[in-house]
C-alpha cells in the first residue's frame, strides 16, 4: 500500500466584471478579431475596487469545503499559489486560513506564476506522503488585473481575474498507476529566462509593485517545447502511455499551445478542457478553474485520468498526473 493525496472537492470562483475584447478595444489600438485569432481568448473577469487574491480564494475555498461537508477546521494546510498575494507578507494563504476559521496547522504560498497550481499540488502532495498533513487545501488564485499596463496591448489583453481550488486528502491505495489521486507530479524551472517574462517591480529591486513584461514569442516557443517535455517525463515515469489520459487540463495561455499539447497527445481538442475563450489567462488559477468547470458539467467522471501541465515566468514549469 503507498499514501496518495485523493481529490475530494474541487470549486472556484470568477468576479462577476467582464471585460470584452470589443470593449478593450475601444481603449486600446487592438481588435476583437486580432485577440481571438492569437489567443483565443473573447474577454475576461476583472476584480472588483478593493476585491483582492484572498477574497477569491476564499470564495473558491468554502465552494470547495461545503461540497466536501468539510470546514477550516478539518484541514491541516493551505497552499496557495499566486504571483499576486495580497501583500508583500504575510502569505496571503494565512488570511484564507484565517477567514476559514483554521486556527491548527499551518499555511503557505507558493509562487512559479503561471505553473503555480503544479507546484503548489507537488507542494502538497509532498506533505501529504511524507505524513505531515492529511488533508490540505490547494487554491490557484490571481488578481493579475492589478500588474497589467493597461497601455501595452501586447499584454494586458492576454490575462483575467479569478481562483480555484482542489481538496486533496490521504488514503492509502495499491501503489500502481491505476490508483486514484496524484499519481505523480513533475516540475522544472530555468531562471536564465527570466528577463522573457517577468514583473518590473518588486519589494526588493524597486519598492513599487511593478507591471508584467514579456516578450510573447519567445514564451510561446519555449512553452511547446518545455511542456511537451514534461507530458513525456509524467507519462514514462508512470509507465502510462498517451492512450490513458482521459482528459488534458492544461494552463490556458494560448488556445494554440492547448491544441498542440493535444495533438502531441493524439487527443481531439475536445478532450481537452479549454476555458481561455470566457476566462482568459489567470495564471495560477487557470487549472483548477478549467478542472472545476469540467467537473460540475458532468464531463470528468470518477476514475479518469487527468494530464495537468503548465508553464510560466522564471521559467517555471511542470505536470501532475491525477486520477480523479
Ligand atoms: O502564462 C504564461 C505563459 N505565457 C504564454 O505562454 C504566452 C505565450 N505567447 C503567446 O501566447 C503569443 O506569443 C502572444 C499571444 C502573446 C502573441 O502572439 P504572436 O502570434 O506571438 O504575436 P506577436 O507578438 O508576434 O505579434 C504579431 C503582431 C505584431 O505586429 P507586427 O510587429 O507584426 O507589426 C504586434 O505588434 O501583432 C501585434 N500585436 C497586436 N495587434 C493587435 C501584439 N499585440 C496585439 C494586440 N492587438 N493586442
Not at 500500500?1 to 475584447?21: E, F, K, Q, V, W
Not at 499551518?106 to 502532495?125: E, I, K
Not at 497527445?265 to 475536445?270: A, G, R
Not at 487549472?287 to 469540467?294: K, R, V
Amino acid at each position: 500500500m503507498t499514501i496518495r493525496s485523493i481529490a475530494l472537492a474541487c470549486g472556484s470562483y470568477l468576479p462577476d466584471h467582464i471585460l470584452t475584447n470589443a470593449e478593450l478595444a475601444k481603449k486600446l489600438n487592438t481588435s476583437d478579431d486580432w485577440i481571438r485569432k492569437r489567443t483565443g481568448i473573447a474577454q475576461r473577469h476583472l476584480a472588483a475596487d478593493g476585491e483582492t487574491t484572498s477574497d477569491l480564494a476564499l470564495k473558491a475555498a468554502n465552494q470547495t469545503l461545503e461540497r466536501a461537508g468539510l470546514t477550516g477546521k478539518d484541514l491541516d494546510a493551505i497552499v496557495v499559489a499566486t504571483a499576486t498575494p495580497d501583500h508583500t507578507f504575510p502569505a496571503t494563504a494565512t488570511k484564507v486560513q484565517a477567514a476559514l476559521g483554521m486556527t491548527k496547522g499551518f499555511a503557505l504560498d507558493v509562487q512559479a506564476v503561471c505553473s503555480g497550481f503544479v507546484y503548489a499540488l507537488s507542494v502538497a502532495d509532498n506533505f501529504i506522503k511524507s505524513g505531515q498533513a492529511k488533508r490540505v487545501l490547494v487554491i490557484g488564485a490571481e488578481t493579475f488585473s492589478r500588474i497589467l499596463d493597461w497601455e501595452d496591448r501586447t499584454t494586458c489583453v492576454l490575462f483575467g481575474d479569478g481562483a480555484g481550488a482542489l481538496l486533496l486528502e490521504a488514503q492509502d491505495q495499491p501503489g500502481q498507476s491505476s490508483d486514484r489521486g496524484l499519481l505523480s507530479t513533475h516540475l522544472f524551472s530555468d531562471g536564465r529566462h527570466h528577463d522573457l517574462l517577468y514583473v518590473d517591480g518588486g519589494p526588493s529591486k524597486t519598492q513599487t509593485v511593478g507591471h508584467l513584461r514579456m516578450e510573447g514569442k519567445e514564451v510561446f516557443r519555449h512553452a511547446v517545447k518545455n511542456l511537451a517535455n514534461a507530458i513525456d517525463e509524467a507519462l514514462a515515469a508512470n509507465a502510462l502511455s498517451d492512450q490513458d489520459v482521459d482528459w488534458l487540463v492544461p494552463h490556458q495561455a494560448n488556445v494554440r499551445i492547448v491544441e498542440a499539447m493535444a495533438k502531441k497527445l493524439n487527443l481531439p481538442i475536445e478532450k481537452a478542457i479549454v476555458t481561455i475563450e470566457r476566462h482568459a489567462n489567470t495564471s495560477a488559477a487557470s487549472i483548477p478553474l478549467a478542472l472545476n468547470e469540467a467537473v460540475e458539467d458532468g464531463r470528468i467522471q470518477p476514475g479518469q485520468l487527468l494530464l495537468l501541465e503548465a508553464m510560466g515566468g522564471g521559467f517555471t514549469w511542470g505536470s501532475a498526473l491525477l486520477r480523479w
